[in-house]
């Protein structure tokens, strides 16, 4: 068996009966590997029988066999578009993807017209398994160019930075190889709770009466457990599963609760002695609970969201037991294979199960999801951009639903299928399958201490020095605010000894930087973050004294009368259309009011504020107040200063600065002008 199989013989898997039928079939495959051997020159009307057989055998899933007839037949010179497609395929969809990337190069070269952009990104993928991540990339450009829309198109030209990201992430869990795997096939560990590592494996001894499954020629998969020893590395002699689990067909992924006495599992379908098949003459998979009693598993029955027309796979149950995630092709999927999860309501009972949506989900398969104590979701992955094959996604719980979903890097994830993963939190210890090189067998399980938090959140960081505009002396003791869009202040620093400061921000946000300092002006500074992770924004500040200000009074007459926010040549302080928020930009100005009104105490104003001309008199009369009330506000507030120093007045759109008044048709950058506020000096 190869990784990501039982998520995949869930989409192909061919009627069981087929699988007893073929078996009393290979001498006629003997037959015909003989008839090719010696026969290397055949005419076209015997290599389209023979193509006819293999195209047979693919359809019915038995790629293996199937593959044996389509690489004699290329060998012995024949090309076409066909042989090509349905050679790459039958390594591509056992998990052997390194041994696709011949016939795929051949398919996309030599028969470029009319082929299903699939087949491209299923090269791609092929690609990524023997690192040529370089040619893979060029692969997946043509692939968005040819469907745009798709999401796992859109993903990569939005990452193409993706392997800095994932040499960013990697190095975070030591890995451990374990005594626990076969030559065959070992996956889908999971934690019963007490004390014990379950996975399935088709570890069974094989004998020439042996049922063994036509995709991979391996014998069916079974449930064990084995105990966790002290270390929590090392695991003690497997042993199969005790009761009604176990069957003569595919069983794997369980799910347990908290008091280890009820599991939920993957089988084919079969209940009762009985195997049934869709509609399509098709063995599909399903979820199956069943109670411990006495030391055995009993009481299997079918969850009842489960039908015989789309597979339902992998379950995972959340650590208060209400939510069963789980993978699924049911109508509603958008790729091959999505997660969902549905609400446990007791007694048997379910609520209606709910896509996970596009942030998890894409057009290729999402599988094997396992939902730690802290509710984070983690799952295998071939749509989301990768190293290879299946990689390891995290997501983190938001609001309703779940983050984008985040590469857990190497050594964790390779150019191989990386699938299953489970984690205790508590120990940071875990297990995860791969068929990676190294292995024992196809699949092996492999247990991993986490060493370091992972990455779950675009973040970028803001830092530099605050120093002097004159003489280029850094300025400790600056205050800084991290402010939104908004105006609220998202965090708070003071510069350090050296004037350096820092902020960690979030990515594709606006922000601006707001600056204070005694005996220098204020300064605000606009700041857009982008999409690159851990990205640092090298950002120093250069502040001008307030003696500047300071210049302004002594070189200049300044009169009772005159507008001090003329006399510091501020920006002026305008509010949104029918708005009398402070807004971002407007309080770098006023700080400039306040620090003026600081170095000079007997300096008192006047605070007048107009609206446009557009609503009713009195309406805009009632703005005006607030507008007024607001400016003072701000300043008496966020300035310290005595509020006997302040007065204002409101005059509503009395004072127009320009033509637009009444019904004089006007831009709204000249409507703008009007909406004001004054600063005037009366003493």
Known sequence: MKAGFFNKYWDHLKNYSFILSHLHTKSWFIKLGLLILFSPILNAQDQEKILAKADQNFQAFAYIDARAI????????????????KLADSFYLTGELEDSVEWYEKLVQLYPEDLNPEYLFRYAQSLKSVERYKDADKIMDQFYDLTGDDSRAKSYIEKRNYLDFIEMQSGRYDLFELNINSKNSEYAPSFDHNNHIVFASSRSKTTKDSKLHGWTKMPFLDVFSSKIKDDQIMLEEPVKLKGKINTKFHESSTSFSKDGKTVYFSRNNYSNHKLTTSKKGVVLLKIYRADLKEGKWVNVEELSFCSDDYSTSHPSLSADGSKLYFASDMPGTLGKSDLFVVDVLGGGKFGKPKNLGDKINTEGRETFPYISDSNHLYFASDGHV?????????????????????????????????????????????????????????????????????????????????????????????????????????????????????????????????????????KEITLNTDDIFEFIHDLSIPLNASDDGEKLFTSVAVNIGDDLSKTLQMDPIHFGLDDDTIRPEAEVELQKIISTMKKYPELKIEVRSHTDSRSSYWYNKKLSVKR?????????????????????KAYGERRILNQCEDDVPCTEEEHQENRRSEFIVIR
């Open 628 to 648: 007024m009330r607001a400016t003072i506000q701000y300043i008496i507030e966020e300035g310290g200063i005595n509020w006997r120093r302040i007065r204002g």
């Open 386 to 522: 990768g190293l290879g094959g299946l990689d390891i996604f995290v997501a983190v719980p938001e609001e309703s639903d779940f983050s984008a979903a985040f590469n857990v890097g190497k050594p964790v994830n390779s150019s191989k299928d990386d699938f299953s993963f489970v984690l205790n939190e508590e120990t940071k210890i875990g297990y995860f399958a791969s068929n990676r090189k190294g292995g024992k067998g196809n699949d092996d399980i492999y247990s991993f201490k986490q060493t370091e938090a992972l990455i779950t959140s675009c973040q970028q960081y803001i830092e530099g020095t605050i120093y002097n505009s004159e003489t280029n002396d850094s300025l400790p003791e600056a205050e800084l605010k991290l402010v939104d869009t908004d105006g609220t202040i998202i965090a708070e620093t003071t510069s350090n000894s050296l004037g350096r400061y820092t902020f960690k921000v979030a990515c594709e946000t606006e922000y601006f930087i707001r600056t204070t300092l005694d005996q220098f002006l204020p």
């Open 70 to 85: 389509y690489l004699d037949v290329a060998q012995g010179g024949y090309s076409s578009k066909n042989l090509f497609l």
